[in-house]
């Protein structure tokens, strides 16, 4: 599976009104929720769906998505049918830049994601700790994982 991190904003500008922002947030849910995402119970900002496999995190009229390229390509054709929407940038090759909220992410190829996370563990004395549940995954509630 091909991962595609996608950044994109709103073409038209949301400005001069005081609803303006809440109008955006309660439009693209609604979009999302009809495509089967759900937004995380820790952040109400990012959405996940489990069945395409991506992540959209929303901050004020920008997306950023991660995911599937086939899942991202189709997501986006659909709901730039219904909003106006710009792409930004597009990390699948290394070394290219991308904007988001002021910020500029580039690719810097593809980590070891589990020697990297093994890596910070270490460093901090973790290494050996049990996991527990986070909030928001749907796995049992943190009050009552075992640590």
Request: with cysteine.
């Amino acid at each position: 599976m091909t991962r595609v991190l996608y950044s994109g904003d709103l073409r038209k500008a949301l400005y001069g009104l005081r609803t303006a922002p809440r109008a955006w947030q309660d439009r693209l849910a609604e979009l999302l929720h009809t495509h089967h995402f759900q937004h995380m119970q820790s952040e109400a900002n990012v959405y996940d769906s489990l069945a395409l496999k991506v992540i959209i995190l929303v901050y004020a009229d920008g997306l950023m998505v991660a995911g599937d390229r086939s899942a991202i390509n189709s997501l986006m054709a659909t709901l730039t049918q219904s909003l106006l929407l710009k792409r930004t940038g597009d990390l699948t090759i290394d070394g290219v830049g991308a904007e988001f909220v002021g910020r500029t992410c580039t690719r810097q190829g593809d980590a070891d994601s589990n020697k990297y996370l093994q890596g910070i563990l270490d460093s901090y004395g973790l290494a050996t700790c049990k996991p527990a549940a986070t909030t928001g995954t749907g796995a049992q509630s943190s009050k009552t994982a075992t640590v």
